[in-house]
């Protein structure tokens, strides 16, 4: 019985250490989901290609007006 418990300590430990790179502030799931919205508020708002050059300009990437327009083109 004793195996088992240190089976799943360690199951577990390797589950909870491996969670933060997926599902974390800068995990692959937030990432993936921050790319699919902003893909889908760039359809809403309807920022033109132009727009988006001028907010999203080199050093703006992460300004409040290029991320409501979609994020850099």
Do not use: Y
């Not at 088992?4 to 360690?10: A, C, D, K, L, R």
């Not at 390797?14 to 760039?42: W, Y």
């Amino acid at each position: 019985m004793r195996w088992f418990q240190v089976g799943v300590v360690v199951l577990s430990i390797m589950v909870m250490t491996g969670c933060p790179s997926e599902f974390g502030k800068d995990g692959r799931v937030n990432k993936a989901t921050t790319k699919d919205t902003q893909e889908n508020l760039l359809f809403l708002q309807g920022c033109s290609a132009q727009r988006r050059m001028e907010v999203c300009a080199p050093g703006q990437e992460n300004s409040v007006a290029c991320q409501r327009c979609g994020g850099p083109p």
